[in-house]
Nanobody, 121 residues
């Protein structure tokens, strides 16, 4: 069983910073990608930033230049450094881990419970 736990959310004033962390644990053979998503106004979650195991990163346009995603490979951890936050960044942030579980041969997506980020104006 793979578990994904997020931490680091909270309340911050506009222009401030927060650092989110995502830790994957349990029966994992290998992690292919870790990413941060937020609920947004639509029906589905939108990608904020992702990082492939080879180090390639991807960001949604609205956070480019402000957010940085990084990996701690030995700890199955992905961090999201969020700088110059705006009220529009207020949302629930979810971590998704794309991994091959123990005893399996196909990659699967595992989600955390989410962490609230609130930016006051």
């Amino acid at each position: 069983q793979v578990h994904v736990v997020e931490s680091g959310g909270g309340l911050v004033e506009a222009g401030g910073s927060l650092r989110l962390s995502c830790v994957a644990s349990g029966g994992i053979v290998g992690i292919i990608e870790m990413g941060w998503y937020r609920q947004g106004a639509g029906n589905g979650r939108e990608l904020v930033a992702s990082i492939h195991t080879v180090g390639l990163t991807n960001y949604t346009d609205s956070v480019k230049g402000r957010f940085i995603i990084s990996r701690e490979y030995g700890k199955n951890t992905a961090n999201l450094q969020m700088n110059n936050l705006t009220p529009e960044d207020t949302d629930i942030y979810y971590c998704k881990v794309k991994a091959v579980p123990s005893g399996g041969i196909r990659q699967r997506d595992y989600w955390g419970q989410g962490t609230q980020v609130t930016v006051s104006s």
